[in-house]
Nanobody, 120 residues
Framework: QVQLVESGGGLLRPGESTRLTCESS????????MAWYRQAPGKEREFIVA???????TVIDALKGRVTGDRDNARNIAWLQMDNLQPEDTAVYYC??????????????WGPGTQVTVAS
């Protein structure tokens, strides 16, 4: 069974940047788009960026200019880069394939996620 493992989170201050890593035990080369999601306390998990095999990442409007993603198919790794972090970015961050809706058939098993906490 595929395993996704996210890492790179931690306690950060407002304005700082972070780069999160997602390692997959399964090849991602054939995956049209990987994606990052996050779940803030008391909220539902939300999609934030899709990282296609070709072309530019697609970022949700609320995070454009602060978030981007990239991938290395040879290493089965995807990254999330977040700049100018704000307290509202505090969440657990997950990676997975990019499909229509969270929970649709076809999603890989969710990894443990990585906690990002932004506080002064």
């Amino acid at each position: 069974q595929v395993q996704l493992v996210e890492s790179g989170g931690g306690l950060l201050r407002p304005g700082e940047s972070t780069r999160l890593t997602c390692e997959s035990s399964r090849s991602i080369g054939a995956v049209l788009a990987m994606a990052w999601y996050r779940q803030a306390p008391g909220k539902e998990r939300e999609f934030i960026v899709a990282i296609p095999n070709r072309g530019r990442p697609t970022v949700i409007d609320a995070l454009k200019g602060r978030v981007t993603g990239d991938r290395d198919n040879a290493r089965n790794i995807a990254w999330l880069q977040m700049d100018n972090l704000q307290p509202e970015d505090t969440a657990v961050y997950y990676c997975n394939v990019h499909l229509g809706r969270i929970g649709d058939p076809g999603f890989w098993p969710w990894g443990p996620g990585t906690q990002v906490t932004v506080a002064s």
